[in-house]
């Protein structure tokens, strides 16, 4: 085999990583289907066209040990009539989770993990060898070549380079007494007139295969190829075929195998191809209209157009000031179109290179039908998972970081929510519970949703547990309006399980759901009918490199929220506001609206009359005021990133420069709500509605 520099061998163990993880998918996807359907056998040909492919991948990239226990697998697949105690499905579950260890593995350059659960069931597939019947013994022997995508990569390559492909396969001397020396002879031979891009057998495999196949990629025409094959008392004959993808290969074996020739079984037992039909769908269109890009690069491609809008909003700035200092100048209009002209051109810039680092949230979704299935069988739950919207597009940094959090609700969907089934006998439902996922766009935001049709959530037995546990008062919670009492779940540590087990009652979860929600500046709530199941609602920017923002000034310095966390944005007096439970409030059309103050009352604000602002904030199930001195606008910001020397508090998540560079802090909500709640353990004035006492308070909403 040609041997790859150390750079061209790193991109390869790069690409072999990336699409290792999407065969583990299709052998998780494939063994659940298996396990609906045990007797398939198409389900089974697929599962093992996967592990084949998934051997030959990794023995080009050089993890032999991964090869050998996929090429084990293999093997132990193509078996007619599995022992009764062996469930294949079982069998590619184990082998989705030893294959992801070892490749974790690989990765991290660690010890690899124990094969042996793996090994032993394979054992038992594949039973005593020696009771093989010699015409299935021939049909292994005869198998033909199914090329991996690396081999087929490299063909379209040469193709590309105006070399020509072909498909050599020379059949070995009956009597040649060294078969393995007869492959590498043949092998030395081709080397001098073309590059080998693939061998079967492979290199030191054991098989014992009675012809051996090619990929070449040469200039020589191929007269000069099958000379080079005529080696005497070695090789009985050769054949030279046009590659042309799988299904030119798969022609050239049916004509070997039609002709009757040199043949050692009859044409009508020889073993139909497998060809990997996944790869040919994922691959209809040419290979040149896809471009594997690393995401580094776009997200400096993506930075320049951040720069260039903060350009366009300086040269807006520039042209309003010679507006004004000119207003009878004849360019003033040349400049508003030219202007006009730009900024269309900058936001079609914009969104096409976002759409770049967009990806359908199905690459994200198709992990959940395997947990589901396990945690399911750990708790003695019967599940249908129903999925819609995979096909809605979400930033790639942004999918990656919601795994976690959506992993963790979906979980505690099956572990929580749904019952066992006798329990949903007795309710009247069917003995198996639904979870479904629903993924849509609305406005500029990601909704994604996790509904359930179980018990739902009890207000009651929360409350009870954060009174036991002294995450609040009794008379806090006698005081709690439903939408606070379920806002409990969210706290660190809290579960309303009875006892620890496998998959519940550790109390980790849902409040990491919510902090890192808050970090990619989005919000979850959940609606909940007792008897009936729950709905959590996940909230997510599109994209996190450049947000719609409200600006505004708190002791003389510039502020930014995203603009989507607004509800609305009120004007009252500091006459009107009020303290419940140490907490400044005011009323809001009939309710009590808890206020957070960063700073401190100027002098100014001591006057009964005089007037703030308040921005009304969406903090999950609940609505706070955060009160600020003036208001600066909307305006769309390129977010930095700011390292902990710049800015030592947790209160600012980011910044961004204006047009007139100025520089405005974005504001991290989620620190400081926890910032204000932390001195009153987490609690917020639980009333819902105003007091007779308080009636007098009000607050005029800014339409």
């Not at 163990?13 to 998780?28: G, K, W």
């Not at 060898?129 to 292994?140: F, G, V």
């Not at 157009?305 to 807006?316: F, H, N, P, R, W």
């Not at 967009?358 to 299935?373: A, H």
Request: negative net charge.
């Amino acid at each position: 085999m040609t041997q790859f520099s150390d750079e061209r061998a790193s991109e390869l163990r790069d690409l072999f990583f990336e699409t290792a993880q999407e065969l583990l998918q299709s052998l998780n996807e494939d063994s659940l289907k298996l396990e609906k359907a045990p007797n398939d056998r198409e389900i089974i040909r697929s599962i093992r066209r996967t592990v084949h492919t998934l051997k030959g991948d990794a023995a080009a990239a050089g993890f032999q040990e991964l090869s050998h226990l996929a090429h084990m697998l293999e093997d132990a697949l193509a078996v007619e009539t599995p022992p009764a105690e062996v469930s294949l499905a079982e069998l590619g579950f184990t082998a989705a989770d030893i294959f992801g260890a070892t490749l974790a593995a690989y990765q991290r350059q660690v010890a690899l993990p124990d094969p042996a659960p793996l090994k032993a069931m394979v054992q038992r597939l594949a039973g005593d060898k020696e009771t093989e019947s010699p015409a299935k013994k021939k049909r292994a022997i005869n198998a033909p070549a199914v090329w991996t995508e690396y081999e087929r990569l490299a063909a379209e390559n040469a193709h590309t380079e105006g070399k020509q492909v072909l498909h050599v396969i020379a059949r070995i001397d009956p009597l040649c007494a060294m078969p393995v020396a007869a492959r590498q002879l043949v092998t030395n031979a081709m080397g001098s007139v073309a590059q080998i891009l693939g061998s079967r057998p492979e290199p030191g495999s054991a098989t014992q295969n009675q012809h051996i196949d090619l990929l070449l990629a040469t200039s020589q025409p191929q007269s000069a190829i099958l000379a080079k094959c005529q080696i005497p008392t070695v090789i009985a004959s050769a054949e030279c075929y046009e590659f042309a993808g799988a299904n030119g290969s798969l022609k050239a074996l049916a004509a070997d195998s039609a002709d009757g020739q040199a043949v050692s079984e009859p044409a009508a037992e020889t073993v139909a191809a497998e060809p990997d039909t996944s790869y040919a769908r994922k691959r209809s269109l040419s290979t040149e209209t896809f471009l594997r890009v690393d995401a580094e690069r776009i997200d400096n491609v993506l930075n320049l157009v951040g720069e260039l809008i903060i350009a366009k909003s300086m040269m807006q700035q520039a042209t309003q000031e010679h507006a004004r200092r000119f207003p009878k100048d004849s360019l003033r209009s040349r400049f508003a179109d030219a202007m006009a002209f730009q900024a269309r051109v900058l936001n079609d810039l914009q969104r096409s290179v976002m759409k770049i680092r967009m990806v359908p949230v199905e690459q994200l979704f198709r992990r959940f039908p395997r947990i589901v299935r396990d945690v399911a069988q750990r708790c003695n739950r019967q599940v249908e998972l129903v999925i819609n919207g995979q096909d809605t597009d979400l930033d790639k940094t942004l999918l990656d970081a919601i795994a976690e959090p959506l992993t963790h609700i979906v979980r505690n969907a099956v572990s929580h929510g749904i019952e066992d089934p006798a329990q949903r006998a007795k309710s009247g439902k069917p003995a198996a519970g639904t979870i479904r996922l629903d993924a849509y766009h609305q406005a500029n935001q990601l909704i994604v949703e996790v509904s359930d049709d179980g018990l739902g959530i009890d207000g009651e037995r929360i409350k009870a547990k954060a009174v036991k546990t002294g995450v609040i008062t009794s008379a806090q919670a006698a005081s709690m309006p439903p939408a606070e009492i379920l806002d409990l779940i969210f706290r660190p540590g809290f579960s309303t399980a009875e006892e620890i087990t496998a998959v519940s009652g550790r109390g980790v979860g849902l409040d990491v759901v919510r902090s890192v929600l808050h970090r990619l500046k989005g919000t979850v709530d959940l609606e909940t009918r007792p008897g009936e199941g729950t709905k959590f609602r996940l909230k997510l920017p599109l994209t996190l490199a450049i947000i719609k923002a409200l600006m505004f000034r708190i002791e003389s310095r510039l502020y930014a929220i995203p603009l989507n966390t607004v509800a609305e944005i009120a004007r009252t007096r500091e006459s009107e506001l009020h303290h419940v439970d140490n907490w400044e409030v005011v009323q809001l059309r009939g309710q009590v609206l808890p206020l957070m103050r960063l700073g401190p009352k100027t002098p100014d604000s001591t006057a009964p009359q005089q007037k703030i602002f308040v921005l009304v904030i969406n903090f999950g199930a609940r609505k706070l005021g955060l009160i600020v001195d003036s208001l600066e606008g909307e305006e769309e910001l390129v977010i930095k990133a700011l390292d902990d020397q710049t800015v030592a508090t947790d209160l600012v998540s980011g910044a961004s420069i204006l047009g007139d560079g100025r520089v405005v802090l974005i504001m991290n909500l989620a620190a400081v709500v926890g910032r204000f709640t932390a001195p009153l353990g987490g609690s917020m004035p639980a009333v819902c509605a105003a007091d007779q006492n308080a009636s007098g308070m009000s607050a005029e909403v800014l339409q």
